[in-house]
């Protein structure tokens, strides 16, 4: 799989999680208001060792504001902690997927989330308006690192393999316009067109530099030396 390929995978993945990160603050808030609604938690004393059983928990300061909520749901735990003006500044849940911590500002809107899934660790960093603007995460090929616009298309992309590092950089269309990697300590540049189509490569082999020129085609014209 390329790196332009598990960029795609990973935007997808990343998408999917961005929404469970919503649900899950509005999941929080949801549990407040049912904690201050609903009566009493009962609790029950076991036999040994007093063990404090309940389904949701709450914590409030002297004044009375929620500072903490703990409760559990048919996907898993999950815990929130709030800043003094009522809003959900850290997330953390476990479910099917694995464990979540998200983080948001001031505000309330998720900026950090961090998360492991079965197969791999991922980070992802959100704008202010919750745009996930930076993306790493590392798989069994590597680490990948994706940076992002405004509008939530990547436009530059690192990778370090077993053999190689690589660095790819993208038009706003999604094209690939310039390549930059080490192979067998070869480096090689690349550029390409607006249609993707490789057009010239610069590289340094025994100390010698080469450059190739293609047509629209990707056609080899020019060779040197």
């Not at 949701?56 to 003006?85: C, H, V, W």
């Not at 080490?182 to 610069?202: E, Q």
Request: proline share 5%.
């Amino acid at each position: 799989m390329t790196t332009e390929e598990r960029l795609s995978k990973l935007e997808r993945e990343v998408s999917l999680r961005n929404r469970h990160k919503h649900w899950l603050l509005s999941a929080l808030v949801v549990c407040v208001v049912v904690l201050f609604t609903a009566r009493a938690f009962s609790s029950r004393w076991s036999k040994g060792p007093k063990v404090l059983r309940a389904n949701r928990f709450i914590l409030e300061d002297s004044n009375g504001k929620i500072q903490a909520t703990l409760f559990l749901d048919e996907n898993g735990p999950i815990m929130g902690l709030y800043n003094k003006n009522g809003k959900t500044q850290i997330g953390l849940s476990v479910d099917e997927n694995g464990p979540m911590l998200g983080l948001a500002d001031s505000n309330g809107n998720p900026r950090v989330m961090l998360r492991v899934t079965k197969d791999k660790p991922v980070l992802a960093l959100d704008d202010s308006n919750g745009n996930t603007r930076a993306t790493l995460f590392v798989d069994e090929k590597g680490p990948v690192l994706a940076l992002k616009d405004s509008s939530g298309k990547t436009r530059v992309g690192l990778h370090v393999g077993e053999d190689r590092p690589e660095l790819v950089l993208y038009d706003k269309s999604g094209k690939t316009r310039a390549k930059l990697l080490v192979t067998k300590d070869v480096p090689i540049l690349g550029l390409s067109d607006s249609n993707g189509i490789p057009r010239a490569m610069l590289t340094v082999k025994e100390d010698k530099p080469m450059l190739s020129l293609s047509d629209k085609n990707g056609k080899l014209t020019c060779h040197t030396p």
